[in-house]
């Protein structure tokens, strides 16, 4: 499966934008999809994930009450959608997806794919 992330850019701190992250097949809905951002001079950090089955996601405490997650399964797509932005929250965000995923999915390690990363600059 490939993954392509697009949907970044440069908003002002309390903005909104919609990453979307587009598979290459239909085989996406057997896959968890989970978002994780690296910020320039810091490590991977996990942003937030859901199971294949869409039945639980689970968040980052940095991000919890201000993004969301979502598919699209008939589309091969997932969203991550980033409400009341924050300069901290700039970085390259990247969308992973693991096959049959349920658990263990803040944890880079346990993803089959990744996307190529889109870059999401919040200015104060």
């Known amino acids: 499966v490939q993954l392509q992330a697009s949907g970044g850019g440069l908003v002002q701190a309390g903005g909104s934008l919609r990453l979307s992250c587009a598979a290459s097949?239909?085989?996406?809905?057997?896959?968890?999809l989970g978002w994780f951002r690296q910020a320039p001079g810091k490590e991977r950090e996990f942003v937030v994930s859901?199971?294949?089955?869409?039945?639980?996601?689970v968040y980052g405490g940095s991000v919890k009450g201000r993004f969301t997650i979502s598919r699209d399964n008939a589309k091969n797509t997932g969203y991550l959608h980033l409400n009341n932005l924050k300069p901290e929250d700039t970085a390259v965000y990247y969308c992973?997806?693991?096959?049959?995923?349920?658990?263990?999915?803040?944890?880079?390690?346990?993803?089959?794919?990744w996307g190529q990363g889109t870059q999401v600059t919040v200015s104060s």
């Open positions: 992973a997806a693991s096959y049959y995923g349920t658990t263990g999915l803040s944890t880079a390690g346990n993803y089959d794919y």
């Open positions: 097949r239909a085989t996406f809905r057997y896959y968890a």
């Open positions: 859901i199971t294949w089955d869409g039945e639980r996601t």
